[in-house]
């Protein structure tokens, strides 16, 4: 059964109530669900689901399963919620919104570094992506300088989709070069930031670019011929 994927509309819904469709071996399987699953260099969400009892179950990751399931793993010394009873589901909403911000970040990047990107990671205190090009034209002021101008804009930040054929057609979209958009569902679900970026991506995102904050380029470093890692943070998480 497809867990129905609430964050893809809603980014900032922090809770849901959904039925348990499966429990067993330290996994949740809900019909709904706010809980993003690692994917795309994003971690999955954590959080808790309160069951109509008054207990709680810890959420300590979130991976996508087959068929198309959203599994919540749970905390060992949590309940198990039983098949068919009902719960309320809530994310770790600072640590998601956290992780909302660097994903936009990293779009931004993307855009003021002229080149393929060969890989990328989000973290709870930092985020990086590797690029095809020369150490030589990395530049950590210049890099920041340009960060700051497109959040000062305050840009908006949209999803939407894309025909497979379409995107077959513009190969140019897609950036990363170690990951493929999924496909076979018809449409690709796409992250445009108006007059900057746009790619296919199915992680969550801030509305504005303005809500990213402050950034640094905390380090830049070769990590092989083909991988030059530029790492950025907020600055509300240097200190």
């Not at 959203?70 to 060992?76: N, W």
């Not at 809530?90 to 936009?104: A, K, N, S, V």
């Not at 640094?216 to 030059?228: D, F, L, Q, T, W």
Request: charge should be neutral; proline fraction near 4%; glycine fraction near 10%.
């Amino acid at each position: 059964m497809t867990t129905i994927a609430l964050f893809h509309d809603d980014a900032y819904a922090e809770r849901c109530d959904a039925k348990v469709v499966r429990s067993a071996d330290g996994q949740v399987v809900l019909d709904r669900t706010v809980f993003y699953p690692t994917g795309g260099g994003q971690p999955g969400d954590r959080g808790e689901l309160c069951c109509a009892d008054g207990s709680r179950v810890v959420v300590v990751d979130t991976v996508k399963g087959g068929a198309g399931e959203i599994l919540h793993r749970v905390d060992s010394a949590s309940p198990m919620p039983a098949a068919g009873s009902r719960v309320e589901a809530r994310i770790d909403w600072p640590r998601r919104h956290r992780l909302m911000r660097y994903h936009t970040a990293l779009h931004l990047l993307c855009a003021v570094v002229p080149a393929a990107v060969s890989g990328g990671r989000i973290s709870d205190d930092k985020a990086h992506l590797d690029f095809d090009i020369d150490m030589s034209r990395l530049d950590r002021a210049t890099i920041e300088r340009r960060l700051a101008d497109l959040v000062a804009a305050d840009l908006l930040v949209e999803a939407g989709s894309i025909a497979e054929g379409e995107l077959e057609a513009r190969p140019d979209l897609v950036r990363t070069m170690s990951v493929q958009p999924p496909r076979g569902h018809g449409a690709v679900r796409t992250i445009r930031i108006e007059g900057v970026d746009y790619q296919p991506c199915g992680g969550t995102h801030v509305r504005r670019t303005g809500e990213i904050g402050g950034l640094r380029v905390s380090r830049i470093r070769s990590e092989g011929r083909r991988n030059k890692r530029v790492t950025i943070v907020l600055d509300d998480m240097s200190s």
